[in-house]
Nanobody, 122 residues
């Protein structure tokens, strides 16, 4: 099972990026998924999570109103990032939860993607 994250890159402050995460090997339509990020010298943190149905979402306070997580019925989960700030610079990872409901706890996520780098310049 692999999670392929894509969509990262270099963007100026105030710009937008859309990250995608597509599992291969199996589908995870019955499981919650999340996006985490890790900035240099900092711990990995949860940015956003979405339940299996898409009906429940969670956002970290630092991204509320700017980021939107979504998923399609097949496989892919997305993270639309608007009004980006330099402090959003990090490697972003997608992950699949062990259950259908959203979780803020890292150990509740079983599968992890390889990460995609987002760099926001000031």
């Amino acid at each position: 099972v692999q999670l392929q994250a894509s969509g990262g890159g270099l963007v100026q402050a105030g710009g937008s990026l859309r990250l995608s995460c597509a599992p291969s090997g199996r589908t995870f339509s019955n499981y919650a998924m999340g996006w985490f990020r890790q900035a240099p010298g900092k711990e990995r943190e949860l940015v956003a999570a979405i339940s299996w149905s898409g009906g429940s979402t969670y956002y970290a306070d630092s991204v509320k109103g700017r980021f939107t997580i979504s998923r399609d019925n097949a496989k892919t989960v997305y993270l639309q990032m608007n009004s980006l700030k330099p402090e959003d610079t990090a490697v972003y990872y997608c992950a699949v939860a062990r259950s259908s409901t959203t979780s803020r706890v890292m150990r509740d996520y079983a599968y992890w993607g390889q990460g995609t780098l987002v760099t926001v310049s000031s």
